[in-house]
């Protein structure tokens, strides 16, 4: 089955608010076993949104429409959709009353003119009720088709899709599994993707690339079981290519990893700048395995803190393996930690030259006594060599740990 | 003059990638002076992008469009836009080499057959360099209709999007302006804009706020000068209230303000994880100002490193003014810094209590020999807590510092 999502406004269309329900509706409907057509934002324009329902019901049996359920000139959407299917608004004076009651009791005002807006309700239609605010949604069903109509604000347009899920015909259940590679490209793993569909019908899926670990395969199927397979046939084929089937992101793989092996971590950052902290602690949790970092911005601090040695700094520089080796020994020295990390490099714009060019990065990881040093040489602005730096010694450390720990 | 903005890929349109190149682009080119038509997001099929292409062209001047210039068989954004002109596609096999080269550099093996779709190129297009990555841009003019082309991963997008303005024919100049407030909500700055729109005639404006810092008034007119006296007007009535005239993030403003009155800066964080620091280092050229961070996520680290009293920590706990106020010393102390900033909370989502509930943060701020400590509750996910934990104690140190040196 087919859905459609119209977003209207123009504060999205101007970029002041930043739409955030196209993507909840993509997710939910998907979820469940929805084939998504269209995510369309068009201004408050009759002629906009008249041609939007239109091609949407076209091409899918469900249309969510959100915004312009409000109290101003410009929220024209439940007429619009009145008007499209040849349907009457009619007047509902007993939700008016509660709705000026409601008012009154929190501006101690007059509700203005415009209040009398959301007490309109289109011909043989659903009132959808609102906990978070006054604009009701509305269920609308034709022939063969399904018509959702929800408020805009984030907050209620999911309390009331909640309430829509009540009415709307859904699809055969579908079950998901995601699997996530490093050190591949999208091509070698869309490859055996092809492969495994030709082998296995029913089953569907999608590749994207998280920016900062590798390609990701999204695979559903309504009959578990043969997802199941299909996901032991990727583990045996890409076995040291894959961290995760079940859609883990890398560092939580590499927290779980630790605490499995009840191991301790600290860092030391220079031009990631502690982006590598935020990734460790933007997981739950992980106080028990990380013990903490040190954000080692100028020279004095890498000699003063970690026992970078002067002569490291002066004959090869702040940005070599040599200063990253003993920053990682460092750190782990520094906080008693059996694992160290270290970064130290150029995120630029400025800073850069000829033998030591702008995005260049040197890294270390620790693991008990042995230390591993790299180089890599990162393209982009400041930001994204820093949490390319960031990432990029997070995947060495999956990598070296996978091979210490879980190699047979 | 107007623009619509299409974005192609299953990814978006299944809910599996959220997307913000829709958002970036309606304010950009908002802000260049377009108005744009339709957001319009479509899953990769010649068939729905080519009516979005029919559909955009009929009521827009220029045509962005983002997303599908991949290495797989889905990427078909380039011969679907060619197809719909009656353009052919030839292959750079120049550019080829490079990226073969580049790819053979990076991974020790052959290039998969698909990485030759990124060196076709459209007859009489502009080729759009692209510096993160492997997907160029494409400009393509029509009589009267321009057509960009960008490639979908959000930074890529912007680079090549930059790219793109070299080319694209433009509305007459808008000169814009855009004041920060802090400490401030938005009806009330509403109100004050208001009223300079009464009196001043063409000007225009958006407000909007920015997540972790406050809101934020986007002002454009065709006349510079007046766009300048209503500047001035702004600063008199809120003075203490804005942090910019001319759109700097907060940050920017305290890094120079550090390096005018010449001191030197640096953190120390438990909850927030490294994200103070990384915000401070967001800032290019930062080295000259700011020392370093530690992030002190055990208690062991606080007390061997910052020398947080065991007495604070166990009479006290960690997440409490007093070991705030310790850490701010201990940071300033270990890198020997004028300014200590430190953040102790808890971010969720387990850890909290009755007496101290996720969101409780502590923090401190020190200049010279004196310091100042907060508590703020804040509500949201652990990486929301985390981020306002950061940006609030920047804040923090953004008012005192005016207090301090700018105040007359």
Redo the contacts between chains.
């Keep these: 089955m087919k859905a459609a999502i119209l977003l209207t406004g123009d504060e999205?269309?101007?970029?002041?608010?930043?739409?955030?329900n196209?993507?909840?509706?993509?997710?939910?409907?998907?979820?469940l076993g929805f084939e998504?057509?269209?995510?369309?934002?068009?201004?408050d324009s009759r002629e906009?949104i008249s041609?939007e329902i239109r091609?949407a019901l076209s091409r899918a049996d469900l249309l969510v429409i959100t915004g312009g359920l409000g109290t101003t000139f410009d929220d024209i959407t439940l007429q619009t959709v009145a008007d499209y299917l040849g349907r009457e608004l009619s007047f509902d004076s007993e939700y008016y009353s509660a709705l000026e009651e409601s008012f009154f009791k929190r501006f101690s005002r007059e509700a203005p003119a415009g209040l009398k807006r959301q007490a309109l309700v289109m011909q043989d239609s659903v009132q959808l009720p609102n906990i978070s605010g006054s604009a009701r949604g509305s269920f609308v069903r034709t022939e063969n088709k399904e018509i959702v109509i929800l408020p805009g604000p984030p907050m209620e347009m999911e309390a009331v899709f909640m309430e829509a899920l009540k009415h709307i015909t859904l699809p055969p259940k579908m079950f998901s599994r995601t699997i996530g590679f490093l050190?591949l490209?999208?091509?070698?793993v869309?490859?055996f993707t092809e492969e495994m569909l030709s082998r296995f019908s029913g089953v569907k899926f999608?590749?994207?690339?998280r920016?900062f670990s590798g390609p990701t395969v999204?695979l559903s199927a309504s009959d578990e079981s043969v997802l199941e397979e299909v996901c032991r046939l990727f583990s045996e084929r890409w076995k040291r290519y894959i961290y995760t089937t079940t859609g883990e992101e890398l560092v939580e793989v590499v927290v779980k990893g630790l605490r499995e092996k009840n191991l301790t971590i600290s860092?030391a950052?220079s031009c990631s700048?502690?982006?590598?902290?935020?990734l460790?602690?933007?997981v739950?949790?992980?106080?028990d395995v990380?013990?903490?970092?040190?954000?080692?911005?100028?020279n004095?601090?890498k000699m003063?803190?970690l026992k970078v040695s002067e002569n490291s700094l002066s004959q090869h520089g702040a940005v070599s393996e040599e200063v990253a080796f003993e920053m990682a020994a460092g750190t782990s020295r520094?906080?008693?930690t059996d694992v160290g990390l270290s970064v130290t490099g150029i995120?630029?714009?400025?800073g850069g030259s000829d033998l030591k060019p702008v995005g260049l990065v040197c890294s270390a990881v620790r693991i008990a006594d042995s230390i591993e040093t790299y180089t890599d040489r990162f393209?982009?602005?400041?930001?994204?060599i820093?949490l390319r730096a960031a990432s990029t010694v997070l995947k060495r450390l999956w990598r070296l740990f996978w091979n210490e720990y879980y190699i047979e």
């Design positions: 999205i269309t101007r970029g002041v608010v930043k739409d955030s196209g993507g909840y509706l993509a997710e939910s409907l998907t979820a998504v057509q269209s995510i369309v934002v068009v201004p906009y041609h091609t050190d490209t999208e091509p070698e869309e490859d999608v590749t994207r690339v920016y999204i860092v950052e700048g502690g982006r590598l902290s935020a460790l602690t933007s739950p949790g992980v106080s990380f013990s903490g970092g040190i954000v080692s911005y100028s004095e601090s003063s803190l520094l906080f008693g995120a630029g714009p400025s393209k982009g602005a400041r930001e994204t820093q």
